[in-house]
């Protein structure tokens, strides 16, 4: 008699209870074990790894111990798939389709203890198809309920969870005004008003020991004290929680909590929020906003960005292609910036349904419509939001078309290239191009060696010592730091100007650095 080896699969949804003696993963493998021991006369027997997601949801594959499973299933280790109830596997059919599939092709199969199923027949699978279709109409009905649910909470000023903000605490699911970090709150407040920027307020909270909210979760886990980002501070700056507000999709309700803030404070920060940095010292706004930014690509679908020019007093402005396009395509496209926003615009306006957004005005809501455009050289793609434009406006124009989500008109470019910047750059040329030394990034690594030395003869005791006497936050030196073991070969090129084009300080600390030269070099490989 041929032996079925048996592998026990048990899921639960979340880590509620898992902490107890007897959980619930641990009913679901009794319940699978004493079947399996039902049927060793047919020759089963059960397997003694255990495959357990606790905290996982059955609407995704995503999960730790079904991977291992089905890798284990793949390399025809198992034989058969013992689950309590077949939701317990998944609840998505997709899902279910690509693991019936891959039981198929070794040869294996799965049973539920509660339910009498086969997948080796075609009506076991019909059976099977159904009853997913159930459960993944439970799942998504759960989803449903639980937004609805959050909309109708919000609506009625209540906290929904989350991380806890600065300046509160949470207590029985509401919060709670914490004195000392609401202080804190309110002098990120006032000192914005008084300060430059968000870069010069960030540098010097940390200066001043500032850090964001320590707290530690269920899980007790330890979160927070750290020196508060420049991202961090304007989500602080802009969050309308500190006034009394709770926010949902847009929408501000007010909130069962006290506010730390007083409007008119407020009102004042997002004022000079939404006005921008001031110009640095001897440099003037060009005073013109790029609308097409972010959606304007060459003939090779690569962006654009926008660029300015001055000659006898005047300025020009242009979307010119990136240096990186130049580089690989040693192709320069560059055009009038006024010249094509006022072509686009008189091939749009006429097109716009009155409904769309009738509130804005007329060149907001032409360029709101607009999500993409290519710019070849005879002619110019639009891609127009799909809801912007009625069937009634399409049928009168020629050249407009409707894709899958979005309609797209197609014009001739009756713009003019300067001469100058028409033609194919070399290959040579652009290798004779001068070396750039990236006085930031060479400045790191020289920080990040004398440091290390400085930790290694006891100059500096700790992490958080070399920090203070740099008078640095510590985070940003800990990221600092792994730079001065970078392969010798890196710094060389560094400090020659031949690193990779993308490749900035910014770009090399945000992942963690590998150890090995070899996977250093295929890191900066990616940016090349």
């Not at 009625?156 to 903000?165: A, E, I, N, R, S």
């Not at 970078?486 to 710094?491: E, I, R, S, T």
Request: charged content about 25%; some cysteine; proline content about 5%.
């Amino acid at each position: 008699m041929k032996k079925l080896r048996c592998a026990i699969y048990t899921r639960k949804s979340s880590e509620e209870g898992l902490e107890q003696t007897f959980n619930s993963l641990d009913a679901q493998r009794e319940a699978c074990g004493a079947y399996i021991l039902s049927q060793a006369g047919e020759g089963w027997t059960a397997l003694k790894d255990i495959y357990d997601d606790g905290g996982f949801s059955g609407g995704s594959m995503e999960r730790p111990a079904l991977k291992r499973l089905m890798a284990e299933v793949e390399a025809k280790r198992i034989d058969v798939i013992v689950v309590y109830k077949v939701d317990r596997l998944t609840r998505s059919l997709a899902d279910f389709a690509r693991i019936v599939e891959i039981l198929d092709r070794t040869g294996a199969s799965f049973v539920s203890v509660t339910q009498a199923f086969n997948t080796t027949t075609s009506m076991g699978r019909l059976t099977l198809n159904v009853l997913l279709s159930f459960a993944q109409f439970e799942r998504e009905v759960t989803g449903e309920r639980i937004r609805d649910k959050v909309a109708a909470s919000k609506a009625k000023g209540m906290w929904m969870g989350g991380y806890p903000p600065l300046g509160y605490d949470v207590r029985d699911r509401a919060l709670h005004i914490n004195d000392a970090e609401a202080e804190t709150v309110r002098t990120i407040f006032t000192r914005y008003l008084s300060t430059a920027n968000v870069f010069k307020l960030r540098d010097a909270l940390s200066s001043d020991g500032v850090r964001s909210k320590s707290w530690t979760s269920r899980a007790g886990r330890e979160h927070g004290g750290h020196c508060m980002s420049h991202g961090a501070l304007l989500y602080i700056l802009a969050n309308p929680l500190y006034v009394g507000n709770v926010t949902h999709r847009g929408k501000a309700y007010p909130g069962q909590h006290q506010a730390i803030i007083d409007k008119d404070l407020f009102d004042a920060v997002q004022r000079k929020l939404a006005a921008g940095a001031p110009d640095l010292p001897g440099t003037t706004s060009t005073g013109r906003a790029a609308p097409l930014l972010g959606k304007i690509f060459d003939a090779q679908h690569r962006p654009m960005t926008s660029a300015h020019a001055s000659k006898n007093g005047r300025r020009y402005f242009y979307y010119v292609s990136t240096p990186k396009t130049v580089i690989d395509s040693g192709f320069r496209t560059r055009v009038s910036a006024p010249n094509l926003e006022h072509q686009i615009q008189e091939a749009i306006a006429p097109l716009l349904a009155s409904s769309w957004r009738p509130r804005d005005g007329a060149m907001p809501r032409i360029f709101a419509a607009v999500e993409k455009v290519v710019l070849g050289s005879k002619c110019i793609a639009i891609s127009i939001a799909a809801d912007a434009i009625t069937s009634d406006s399409a049928d009168r124009i020629e050249g407009l078309a409707r894709d899958d989500d979005a309609w797209r008109l197609i014009m001739p470019n009756t713009l003019h290239q300067p001469a100058s910047w028409r033609g194919v750059i070399s290959s040579a040329t652009a290798a004779a191009a001068p070396p750039r030394v990236d006085r930031a990034l060479v400045r790191a690594i020289v920080q990040a060696r004398r440091w290390t030395q400085m930790l290694a003869s006891g100059e500096a005791a700790t992490l958080n010592d070399l920090a203070r006497g740099e008078n640095l936050c510590p985070h940003y030196t800990g990221q600092l730091l792994p730079l001065a073991f970078l392969a010798p070969d890196l710094v060389a090129d560094i400090l020659d100007g031949r690193q990779p084009a993308r490749l900035t300080l910014a770009t090399l600390i945000a992942r963690p650095l590998p150890h090995a030269f070899g996977e250093q070099r295929t890191r900066f490989a990616q940016f090349a």
